[in-house]
């Protein structure tokens, strides 16, 4: 039993990206992926392939706690990935993307294809902080300012701020 | 780092019932909640108070994962409840109610509002099995056979039966 | 161009059912869909076949318009059904169930699986009111009121009320 | 009564923008929601102020059918706006932007927002055609092609081509 009055949220990191990763998107999710849970956190994914499989398949392999809101209402076309402890079943499709980012404390979007690009958007909509390395480059239409993503070029720069972004909300 | 090749999925067992309980149903719910938490299940709710507060509670005191699917886009009127330790924010109010039922292995309903019947009538849908405590008895039209919920009228039948059941993919 | 500030929206009657429906059922959805249409009312349903497309048909054979509000993401699995004219694609399962009652003035559930058992439900906890003829019989749980649909048991009962309370927002 | 066997689906133009308009933001997407109606197209929005407002508009004061497929569950925070005349209310939040994509043969964008951004998003990865005049522009990460929108900076040529591609579905 615990001794706390109520319980703390747990802190969730989405990683978003494609289904159909390159090697090194995958291996900047996989290591994405570990040193969140490492630090405690949950991974989030959207449940299937490429990106989704490699940032969970590097939190299990830690002992992490992977989620996957997943398009479909069941297991089907390849969701959820094998690396994923806690499936959640939506059968809506894309909507579900809305989800992902509304349930994350932080969005890092790793690689790009047109649903990746939704979720940066519906992070930036509702104000979760969303980092980019190797996704879209986004220019808003001229006038008032916009949101837009933090950019990271350097991988080795992506993890060192990570690291130090995870420490803050640490559960271990 | 885990011996086997990729992961099993936690089995989800997820409880439905009103946000105004009685008192009865929050005991059920509680024990509830503390009997799948003990089996190593993960206790999804829609999140809320009355019985969803209190099998997240029941659940989280013994050490249990709780997961709330919320109704809402963040935290705001009284979604999360104190004892959700996974809190989904779907924004998606009523509809979310189709996803506790696709991601739960057992759903339980204890009393019975209308939103409440309706995750019923979901689980009946999407063949996720549904028993029901102290809730709507339902009678369909005359015609083919319809699914309907396993009733318990004894409370201590249903706990009985109920650790039988979990103790199948008990994860402890 | 018209002379009113503004529209006023067209009033939906939603027609609730499975995709199974005997010919009595069948016949009488065609009846609702054909005297809404009538009335000026939209007709709108789940867009698939059985009372769904019977009361798309009726309304659609007298000009009216027929909304589906589909769970595919595009014609698939026959959605929609041949009477629908203006297709709303969700891509979303049973989480558009929650959609089509929230759109709707009136719902009307014409025999019942489970489906239109949530719909039912949904539009109860909404408040939008609920017609049944030859559908699930509820029985809530004891204790506190719950809202109820209101049952026909004669069709030509339930065809004259209908046609009573259609005229009060006639659009024709 | 009809003579043909069936529905032809109504053609669907959806107009999407954010709810704070420039003026000629507004006046453009005033233009196009009049162009779509007078060719016989439904003018879909968001349901909302600013771009969606103007082209519902639009399209109402020439006779068009307007639809919203709205976030709220019913009339609420400025939706809908007062040119829709068939609301169809989803509660969905943000996740409905994947309906209007969906339920649309064509997308045009004025303006954008991140939620207008997402929704571009949306209609490539489903592969509804969409165009874009005075929003974002998006450049894919390095690799694989990725679909774009087709951009339009003079806003002559956007209706030009768009009355063109309209006449080819005119139900007028």
Chains 1, 2, 3, 4 share one sequence.
Do not use: H
């Not at 239409?141 to 993503?149: E, Q, T, V």
């Not at 993890?159 to 909300?169: D, F, G, K, P, Y």
Request: negative net charge.
């Amino acid at each position: 039993m615990n001794d706390q009055i109520g319980a703390t949220p747990l802190p969730i990191l989405a990683v978003l990206g494609p289904s159909d990763a390159s090697s090194e998107e995958a291996a900047i999710a996989e290591r994405i992926g570990a040193v969140a849970a490492r630090a405690g956190w949950v991974v989030l994914t959207g449940g299937g392939s490429g990106v989704m499989e490699a940032a969970s398949r590097g939190a299990f392999e830690v002992g992490g706690l992977t989620v996957g809101i997943l398009p479909t209402a069941g297991p089907d076309r390849g969701y959820p990935n094998d690396w994923v402890r806690l499936p959640i079943y939506t059968g809506s499709g894309s909507a579900r993307n809305a989800f992902n980012v509304l349930s994350a404390n932080l969005c890092i979007a790793v690689g790009g294809g047109p649903g990746t690009l939704s979720e940066i958007a519906l992070a930036l909509k509702s104000g979760t902080p969303v980092w980019c390395w190797n996704s879209w480059t986004l220019t808003p239409p001229p006038g008032a300012g916009r949101p837009l993503p933090r950019v990271f070029d350097d991988k080795d720069e992506l993890m060192t701020v990570l690291e130090a972004e995870l420490s803050q909300r640490s559960t271990v």
